[in-house]
């Protein structure tokens, strides 16, 4: 499971070669070992590699990183499986 994982992430990296801003609140939010216990030590990790990073854009890149590793994990997102349970079993 652990290598399923660092595939995924090394995918996620790729997909945002040319803004590793994903990759950064990834590594910041959920993987770090060191235990950050809030957004704002997260945001003061991620100034340095990150250019202008406020609360609204932390939330939005990490809801897009969530939903871009969701779909290289389990191969589509929830929002896809919602339109295929519509079109399977319309109201």
Known sequence: MLKLMESAIDLLQDKYKSDET???VLCY??????QLR?????IVKLCP???DISYQTYYR????????L???LW??????SLVDLERWLPQ
Do not use: A, C, P
Not at 29 to 34: G, K
Not at 38 to 42: C, F
Not at 61 to 68: C, E, G, P
């Open 22 to 24: 994903h990759y950064w």
């Open 29 to 34: 939010t959920f993987l770090s070992l060191q």
């Open 38 to 42: 809030n957004l704002d030590e997260i």
């Open 49 to 51: 590699l990150v250019r």
């Open 61 to 68: 890149k990490r809801r897009d990183t969530i939903v871009t």
């Open 70 to 72: 969701s779909s290289v």
């Open 75 to 80: 191969g589509y997102t929830s929002q896809d």
